[in-house]
């Protein structure tokens, strides 16, 4: 998983895996919900998740995003604000994850600057930001151009 991001030496590797905590999870689990603020991104190892938010006026579920093996999900919207998250992510089947928390990630771009590679992750725009409730279908369009 870190050779999509740097050359990392033998040292990195075993500093990035003293910073993870692997996280094991049965089918329905949450792993980040809505109203929370996150403080992590996941790699999933095992499993698949979605991500979604609920519509109280019509009682739905509104999927957004699907994950899958060897993906990084998280809530990016709420990661890179720090504000409440708008769509929960969980588990399709059991699964199982590798977690590094911000705190985790800082140490370690401290360590060595290769980290600051991870950038990448948080860089990409959610697709959250395209079902936005509250864009009418123009503002849609426009978001891809």
């Known amino acids: 998983m870190l050779k999509e991001f740097a050359d990392f030496s033998d040292v990195e590797i075993q500093l990035f895996n003293e910073n993870i905590c692997k996280k094991y999870l049965d089918k329905n689990e949450t792993l980040s919900r809505e109203g929370d603020i996150s403080k992590s991104i996941f790699f999933i190892a ?5 991500q979604s938010y609920y519509v109280d006026i019509c009682e739905e579920e509104i999927i957004t995003d699907l994950y899958l093996e060897n993906e990084w999900p998280f ?12 769509a929960s ?3 399709f089947e059991y699964s199982e994850v590798l977690e590094l928390t911000l705190d985790s990630l800082h140490h370690l771009i401290r360590v060595s600057q290769k980290f ?3 950038n990448r992750l948080l860089s990409i725009g959610s697709k959250m930001s ?8 123009a503002e ?6």
């Open 140 to 145: 849609k369009i426009q978001s891809f151009a």
């Open 130 to 137: 395209y079902f936005d409730r509250n864009m009418n279908p």
């Open 89 to 91: 992510i969980k588990t």
């Open 46 to 50: 095992k499993g698949s998740f979605y």
């Open 116 to 118: 600051l590679r991870f």
């Open 75 to 86: 809530d990016h919207e709420s990661l890179i604000s720090q504000l409440p998250a708008t």
